[in-house]
């Protein structure tokens, strides 16, 4: 089966340090098996994947339109937002970023610091849990060395496309 493509990286963020504010970049250099250069995780490797992380713009939309909120993409937390790709697909896949090769590691749910980044009066914590499990992304490995631009496209045998 021929690899699909689709132009799914609309934007990237880093944060310097943990708990620094988001930085919106339009590329970012990845170091194999450590992550990328300038982002708080760089060899970091307290859990599995954490290199990078992706979310799906389409479920930060979908939150908001259903929650009447106006959630930023970079108050996820994620450093690559996607469009029109089914992450949690890519879950122990490798796939292709330009030419930079990953590994989908495991699904990057939701947390306490991710739950209070996007809470409002209207939205409690636990509310913005529920709504964001098994939709906050995937965390992966990086496997071979580059950079990452936005508008690049993913590619994978087993890439589905999202269809809403």
Not at 93 to 118: A, D, M, R, W
Not at 135 to 158: D, F, Q
Request: aromatic share 6%; hydrophobic share 35%.
């Amino acid at each position: 089966m021929a690899p699909e493509s689709f132009i799914v990286i609309k934007a990237i963020f880093i944060a310097p340090q943990p708990n620094s504010s988001q930085q919106s970049v339009n590329k970012i250099n990845v170091i194999a098996r450590k992550g990328i250069i300038g982002d708080r995780n760089y060899d970091q490797h307290r859990w599995p994947g954490q290199n990078i992380t992706l979310i799906e713009i389409e479920n930060i939309n979908n939150f908001n339109n259903n929650n009447q909120q106006k959630v930023s993409i970079e108050n996820t937390r994620r450093n690559l937002i996607t469009e029109g790709v089914l992450l949690n697909e890519l879950v122990g896949q490798e796939f292709f970023i330009g030419s930079i090769k990953l590994l989908g590691t495991e699904l990057c749910e939701p947390c306490h610091s991710f739950s209070e980044k996007l809470a409002s009066k209207l939205v409690s914590k636990l509310q913005v849990l529920k709504a964001f499990t098994n939709k906050a992304g995937i965390r992966a490995t990086i496997l071979t060395s580059g950079e990452i631009t936005t508008e690049m496209l993913i590619t994978s045998s087993n890439l589905k496309q999202k269809n809403d």
